[in-house]
Nanobody
Framework: QVQVVESGGGLVPPGGSLRLSCAASGSIFRLYTINWYRQAPGKQRELVATIRNTGITNYADPVKGRFTISRDNAKNTVYLQMNSLKFEDTAVYYC?????????????WGQGTQVTVSS
């Protein structure tokens, strides 16, 4: 069982920045693919950013150029640096760690952290 814990959410004005952290347990953290999702009220959960064990990253179009995902395998932590925040970035942000064992994917979710962009 992999434990996933997000932190770093809060209230920030438009144009501001926040850094979210996702800590995941496990001795093979370096092999995990880590995804950040978000869910705004009344909307479906959407994928925001991904970082693979190779370090390759992908971003959803609405956050490209503003968000940066990175990982520190020594700390079992992935970060999501969010800059130039907009009202529409308001959501609960969830971290998802995916392990692959004998070809089968096992996803683990955190409890989420609230990000509110408001003036």
């Amino acid at each position: 069982q992999v434990q996933v814990v997000e932190s770093g959410g809060g209230l920030v004005p438009p144009g501001g920045s926040l850094r979210l952290s996702c800590a995941a347990s496990g001795s093979i953290f370096r092999l995990y693919t880590i995804n950040w999702y978000r869910q705004a009220p009344g909307k479906q959960r959407e994928l925001v950013a991904t970082i693979r064990n190779t370090g390759i990253t992908n971003y959803a179009d609405p956050v490209k150029g503003r968000f940066t995902i990175s990982r520190d395998n020594a700390k079992n932590t992935v970060y999501l640096q969010m800059n130039s925040l907009k009202f529409e970035d308001t959501a609960v942000y969830y971290c998802n760690a995916v392990t692959v064992i004998t070809g089968q994917e096992f996803p683990y979710w955190g409890q989420g952290t609230q990000v509110t962009v408001s003036s």
